[in-house]
């Protein structure tokens, strides 16, 4: 590691960050060690080291209004180091001061005071204590913030739901929908998760549940007919194939008997298959709401519903049969031929 470069005036030092003073003072630090742990600390500050260094950094600038909180994480990483004795407490001593003077330094002259002052308690401690540190911290600070992330998401999309996915029953069903589609079909975006739970009653249970090849279950599905379009050249016209969606395709099932007009899809040109269960699966057990089809082939647009020039629109059609979810269904599951 390069010596650290100083700031060139003193108002660039005063102009600084609270992270960025920590930061500088850390590199000056480096040839205040003992020689033997000069290598070790200077690894710190090496690009792929550097973001979690700065985000324990600055984590103790955010604590440094209230002292004792980051004081008392670090002290309980130290008095783990009971064969030290008082010189634990010497350590943790050298660094509050590192903080409080590297925070407050208006010049290099203040920067150097706080240098001074981590240089002693690394040579108490050692560097591997100090990683540690920052390895869990900023542990901390990504797991923060992607438990953040996750609240924004549940909120972003539970505003999207009917008004019964907030009362208590729907909430509790939210929760762990979302909760299963998040960890069974992580590529899914916020749009794709959103159709996909405003096909769920709320209003009834919603459970995850695990289905074996010894449960008494007997799972179908209505897999659509699209349509595909081809132009003879030769001929002068255009004929229309018929391509059924492969079995699979899917990956919502139902008990067989129940209805495709109970299932929040058009029936159009669907056709009925049988499954059976090959090896335990977790599935996501809810009830069908009520929905605007707009992807079904063949489906008869409802009355009143609007639709966009050369667009087919939508059929609204009804809900309450049971569902299940099932990630990689060709995994678990295996067609049952139709009876002769």
Do not use: C
């Not at 950094?57 to 994480?73: E, F, I, N, R, S």
């Amino acid at each position: 590691m390069k010596p650290p470069t100083a700031p060139s005036t003193p108002q660039s030092v005063a102009a600084s960050s609270p992270e960025d003073k920590l930061l500088r003072a850390a590199q000056l630090a480096l040839h205040k060690l003992p020689v033997g742990m000069r290598a070790e600390f200077a690894a710190l500050f090496e690009p792929k080291a550097l973001a979690a260094t700065t985000a324990l950094l600055g984590a103790w600038a955010a604590a440094h209004a209230t002292p004792l909180g980051w004081a008392v994480d670090v002290g309980m990483l130290l008095l783990g180091l009971v064969s030290m004795g008082a010189l634990v407490f010497v350590a943790l001593e050298h660094l509050e001061r590192y903080v409080r003077l590297a925070l407050a330094a208006r010049d290099e002259r203040g920067l150097d005071a706080a240098a001074n002052e981590l240089a002693r308690a690394i040579a108490i401690v050692g560097v591997q204590t100090l990683v540690a540190l920052i390895t869990r911290r900023a542990a901390t600070r990504v797991a923060s913030a992607t438990s953040a992330a996750r609240a924004a998401r549940y909120e972003r999309l539970l505003a999207q739901m009917p008004g019964a996915a907030r009362a208590p029953l729907g909430r509790r069903g939210f929760t762990t929908a979302l909760d299963f589609m998040t960890r069974k079909f992580p590529k899914w975006s916020d749009a794709e998760l959103s159709a996909k739970l405003r096909g769920i009653d709320f209003s009834k249970p919603v459970e995850v549940r695990t289905f074996s090849p010894h449960s008494n279950v007997r799972l179908a599905g209505y897999r659509d007919v699209l349509v595909e379009a081809h132009w003879n050249a030769a001929q002068r016209e255009m004929s229309f194939v018929p391509r059924p969606q492969a079995p699979m395709k899917s990956s919502f099932f139902t008990d067989a008997g129940v209805p495709v007009d109970r299932l929040g899809v058009a029936s159009g040109q669907r056709y009925f298959v049988r499954f059976r269960v090959t090896r335990p699966v977790e599935v996501l057990e809810s009830t069908a709401a009520a929905i605007a089809d707009t992807w079904t082939a063949g489906r008869t647009p409802s009355f009143r519903v609007s639709a966009k020039p050369g667009e087919l629109g939508r059929e609204i059609v009804a809900g309450g049969g049971k569902q299940y979810l099932i990630a990689n269904p060709a995994q678990f599951l295996e067609v049952v031929p139709p009876a002769p």
